[in-house]
């Protein structure tokens, strides 16, 4: 079964510094991944989509990689912004759902301080 | 992009009582649907998939007569709460998976429950 797991949990950073953020899955058999930004007691909006056979994604400021192998990607967003408060949700396809479902990880709640 | 939209943004009802939450894809067909749960600090748990004109498939653990799916048409599928609880209070969200562009899944806004 496929597991996802997002560190840390929650980060906390004053405006200007860059963010890191991570996500790690158990299962390499992905066919994409997908980073979601979550705003309090509202739905996803999509920030980048990864197909499995790409190493990254590159959206303005934010920047996602893709081990497949290794079962990581990591969203990086440069020179954060109060408005990049929020929570951050990494999602995987499986390859074995036809349907293709999403595994979720936790998230990350980040909060950046003017 | 893609719009979904879910209504209501959020339902208080008192227990015993059923509510009925709708996912709307607006611009685009969507053969599938999904319907996620999320408890608060916690990750979205995919309950169930809809699909059009046919049974809804549950995950494991997901009751089917309490949560009652229906797909009615390609660009609507509802989730009613039958029988509502306090311990059902949860946000629910539902994403829609482009029928043509099949690798895009768009997310409603999500729908509050509060049963009290």
């Known amino acids: 079964k496929q597991e996802v797991t997002q560190i840390p949990a929650a980060l906390s950073v004053p405006e200007g510094e860059n963010l890191v953020l991570n996500c790690s899955f158990t299962?390499?058999?992905?066919?994409?991944l997908q980073w979601f930004r979550q705003d309090p007691g509202k739905g996803l909006t999509s920030l980048l989509l990864i197909q499995s056979s790409q190493r990254e994604q590159t959206s303005g400021r934010l920047n996602a990689s893709l081990d497949k192998s290794s079962g990581r990607s990591t969203l990086y967003i440069a020179a954060s912004q109060p408005g990049d408060s929020a929570t951050y949700l990494c999602a995987v396809r499986g390859t074995t759902d036809s349907w293709g479902k999403l595994q979720f990880g936790a998230g990350t709640q980040v909060v950046v301080t003017p | 992009g893609a719009v979904v939209s879910q209504h209501p943004s959020w339902v208080i009802c008192k227990s015993g009582t059923s509510v009925k939450i709708e996912c709307r894809s607006l611009?685009?067909?969507?053969?599938?649907m999904f319907w996620y749960r999320q408890f608060p600090k916690q990750s979205l748990m995919l309950m169930a998939t809809?699909?059009?004109?046919?049974?809804?498939?549950?995950e494991q653990g997901v009751e089917k007569d309490k949560f009652l799916i229906n797909h009615a048409s390609l660009t609507l599928s509802t989730l009613t709460v039958t029988s509502a609880h306090p311990e059902d209070s949860s946000f629910y969200i539902c994403?829609?998976?482009?029928?043509?562009?099949?690798?895009?899944?768009?997310f409603g806004q999500g729908t509050r429950l509060t049963v009290v």
């Open positions: 611009d685009f067909q969507a053969t599938t």
């Open positions: 994403s829609a998976r482009d029928s043509f562009q099949a690798y895009l899944a768009f």
């Open positions: 299962d390499s058999a992905i066919y994409n």
């Open positions: 809809s699909n059009e004109g046919s049974k809804a498939t549950y």
